[in-house]
């Protein structure tokens, strides 16, 4: 069982998040990350092996930090043709043009 206590912080942590707040931070920050770094990351995900749905598409996924303690992302999600591995359309998932707030 939940307490009270435990469920008004996952709360508070969402509504932070939603909200534009950042929950957790590195408190020296990524030396690595010098001026303006940019981390995108990508994947596929698909049915499985032996389901026999033809039509059951596969799921493509990008993500990009935005900020420059990279803490917030902006993600955008397709789908394409079953056990295709390769987001073969990236551009399509439209993560450039929403990083100009960068």
């Known amino acids: 069982m ?33 001026g303006t770094t940019m981390i995108v990351g990508a994947d596929t995900t698909h049915s499985g092996k032996g389901d026999d749905d033809e039509g059951c598409p596969s799921m493509a996924g990008v993500v990009a930090t935005y900020d420059n303690r990279a803490m917030k992302y902006l993600a955008s999600a397709r ?24």
Do not use: W
């Not at 435990?6 to 509504?15: A, R, V």
């Not at 295709?84 to 990083?99: A, C, Q, R, W």
């Open 2 to 34: 939940v307490s009270q206590t435990e469920l008004i912080f996952t709360f508070s942590l969402k509504i932070n998040t939603k909200l534009g707040g950042v929950n957790n931070a590195l408190a020296n920050g990524l030396p690595q990350l010098k």
């Open 79 to 102: 789908l394409q043709p079953k056990n295709t591995e390769v987001s073969y359309k990236v551009p399509d998932l439209n993560i450039g043009h929403k990083t100009d707030i960068y």
